[in-house]
């Protein structure tokens, strides 16, 4: 990973001992960069098993999302691209495990980004024919979307009203449609004032987190 976010990647070795643990800095001196972070909603949360497609200067990069790489081994859960000289992307591809696919062109380069499952359709997830969900005894396969979620006005200014009817909302969360956490508050009780006016204008994807399960509402602010 990436210890002091530079865009070189490092190397951290950590022993039950008697050895002591060791980390090797990446001196790298020059070239371009960006980290990559995959939050499923349908998939799975942490993107594991996402597929990014990355065109810079005519030609193709291509990495796989895994949750560990050998035993006792991790990479960052950022995907991590070099980018030589270029100072711009010209197109990312995400392939989610539903089959869906988020698509973005003209990103500048050495930041890191979070990319939503669905924040390059309009908030719409679009499932291959032939991916099905796992089964689970105790939660819904659709409990995403079981918990009701009212947010007015939509579009807003100044304040969001949420409402979760019938469960207690617990957090909330604001992302922009480049994939970026702007917002992240704690609440209670099953309604809650968001305040907006500090955001600039836009569309936005408004995750709530209740007792009961999560859902989300895409919703636009004017100035």
Request: hydrophobic share 35%; proline share 2%.
């Amino acid at each position: 990973g990436d210890i002091n976010d530079d865009g070189f990647l490092d190397i951290v070795s950590n022993v039950a001992g008697p050895e002591l643990s060791n980390l090797w800095m990446n001196q790298g001196e020059t070239g371009n960069y960006i980290k990559i972070k995959t939050t499923g909603v349908i998939s799975n949360k942490d993107g594991i098993g996402t597929w990014l497609e990355l065109w810079v200067q005519g030609e193709k990069q291509v990495r796989y999302t895994t949750c560990g790489t050998g035993f006792l081994g991790q990479n960052s859960d950022f995907t991590h691209f070099g980018l030589g000289n270029a100072t711009m992307i010209d197109s990312l591809k995400i392939t989610w495990q539903t089959g869906h696919i988020d698509a973005l062109y003209g990103i500048g380069t050495n930041q890191k980004i979070t990319i939503i499952e669905g924040s390059t359709t309009q908030g719409e997830i679009y499932l291959d024919e032939d991916w099905q969900q796992e089964q689970d005894s105790t939660v819904s396969t659709n409990a995403l979307f079981d918990i009701e979620i009212k947010a007015y006005p939509n579009p807003s200014k100044n304040h969001v009203n949420i409402q979760a009817p019938g469960t207690e909302i617990q957090a909330v969360e604001l992302w922009d449609a480049q994939g970026r956490l702007i917002l992240r508050e704690v609440l209670q009780g099953e309604t809650n004032d968001l305040n907006t006016s500090q955001f600039p204008q836009g569309i936005y994807f408004l995750f709530v987190y209740t007792r009961n399960g999560i859902n989300k509402r895409k919703i636009s602010i004017l100035r």
